[in-house]
């Protein structure tokens, strides 16, 4: 497995989520992102566009960290990774998505919120996990027992994140990156400044 985008994921800690609904907006939206010292994103599978900006995106700025997220099949993996994600996020554990991303050498990144699904997930060799939607499951605390039980994994939590509890996120040695859609809200100048307040939170809290 591709270790070196995990790990600059882990430096750069924070993870936005980015839906795209129309092509043109996924320019300006990168453009933000790398001002505000974040060159990475998670581009959500859910639109018609997905693909297309995906593909774009990572032709326009080749050193920038694009990943595909909330896929959930085998299709799916397979057209985020030739339209060129470096890494694939799902809201659940896919068997099928895991196979095609070894095949492929691209990180996974599961979602899981019970020890089963930990498991599951460990038992293939994923120790880098989605934790999500973290808000509705427990959040700082339920990811606090779970790394106590599991010591082998590490954390990703999205949702119920944002600028106000960043800082006790980031604290927590289970968490590997946080990832959410707080940083990509307002205009392009709202995300920069989002982006820089989080990196700044990040670097005071590492």
């Known amino acids: ?76 993996a397979y057209e985020a990774i030739e339209a060129g994600a470096k890494f694939i996020v799902s809201p659940g554990l896919s068997k099928e998505v895991f196979e095609v991303c070894e095949e492929k050498d691209v990180p996974y990144v599961p979602g899981v919120v019970t020890p089963t699904e930990i498991m ?18 427990g959040g700082l605390k339920a990811i606090k027992a779970m790394g106590a039980a599991f010591p082998a994994a590490s954390f990703m939590p999205t949702g119920g994140v944002d600028l106000t509890n960043l800082s006790e996120f980031v604290k927590n040695p289970k968490i590997f990156a946080i990832g959410g859609s707080f940083l990509t809200k307002g205009t392009p100048e709202d995300i920069v400044s989002n982006c820089l307040a989080a990196r700044k939170i990040v670097k005071e809290n590492m």
Do not use: W
């Open 1 to 76: 497995m591709n270790n070196r985008i995990l790990d600059e994921i882990k430096r750069i800690k924070v993870v936005p989520v980015v839906v795209i609904n129309k092509l043109e907006e996924a320019k300006p939206l990168m453009a933000a992102l790398i001002e505000g010292d974040v060159p990475v994103a998670e581009v959500t599978f859910r639109t018609a566009v997905a693909k297309d900006a995906i593909s774009l995106l990572t032709k326009e700025y080749p050193k920038a960290l694009i990943g595909a997220g909330t896929v959930i099949n085998k299709k799916q």
């Open 120 to 137: 599951e997930a460990l038992s293939l060799g994923l120790t880098n996990l989605k934790f999500f939607p973290a808000g509705v499951f």
